[in-house]
């Protein structure tokens, strides 16, 4: 597997993978171990999809600090190509699939010649792994979706989703943790908070957690709605 270690404008430097179906994991390895170990104070990690990058503080910025860096980043690549990949926590959230939250279940079911049910079903079945947090806080993509649901976006994104939203586009599927604009298929939503910054771990999805779900009644949605 090859990759790319380089400066990206005045303060960040970062590591491109050209293998998707590997980086990703190599990524989330990288991750883990400098959450558990972290690099230097200088150096702030930044997670993506298929690459990381490093926030650096002007006293990182040096060229020998750089070559120091980029000869570090190599070590831990080749450690996290030679281990064994990451285990998050297991994780089970409620969806209500109703109609009302449910906007664009018509729209998936039309688009892949499949009933609105097997929309539901399909969804409902699959183990999701998170594979990045970002957009919004809180906002975890989940990669592992059936391939069956992978839709592309809206053409025109809604100017305004509900917080607990639950979207698919492409391959992966994500719930809005607040309201937002937003461009993805909304197939439902749930009822429990998924960011609180008042947490010691605000969010209650982290990178490399393993997310499945399990589908519950509108009474149901409500009554756990009221709990928020």
């Not at 491109?16 to 190599?26: C, G, M, P, R, T």
């Not at 209650?204 to 756990?224: E, G, M, W």
Request: hydrophobic share 40%.
């Amino acid at each position: 597997m090859s990759y790319k270690i380089s400066v990206s404008a005045d303060d960040m430097l970062m590591v491109d993978f050209d293998d998707v179906s590997i980086a990703n994991e190599i990524v989330r390895s990288m991750w883990t171990r400098l959450t558990q170990k972290p690099l230097a104070q200088d150096v702030e990690p930044v997670p993506g999809i298929a690459c990381i990058g490093f926030m650096l503080t002007p006293s990182a910025c040096s060229a020998e600090r750089i070559r120091q860096l980029t000869a570090t980043l190599e070590a831990l690549i080749e450690e996290c190509l030679a281990g064994s990949p990451p285990i998050g926590r297991a994780i089970e959230l409620p969806i209500c699939y109703d109609i009302s939250f449910g906007l664009d279940l018509d729209r998936v079911a039309k688009l892949q010649k499949i009933t609105t049910r097997e929309v539901i079903e399909l969804h409902a079945s699959g183990t999701y792994l998170a594979e990045l947090i970002g957009f919004l806080p809180g906002f975890a993509y989940l990669g592992g979706l059936h391939s069956t649901l992978h839709v592309p976006r809206l053409d025109t994104p809604r100017k305004a989703v509900p917080p607990g939203g639950l979207g698919i586009a492409g391959r992966h599927t994500a719930i809005y943790p607040a309201a937002s604009p937003g461009g993805w298929n909304l197939i439902g939503c749930c009822p429990i908070r998924l960011f609180d910054p008042s947490k010691t771990i605000p969010c209650a999805i982290s990178l490399n957690d393993q997310v499945s779900f399990q589908p519950i009644t509108k009474n149901q949605f409500d009554r756990l709605w009221a709990k928020r």
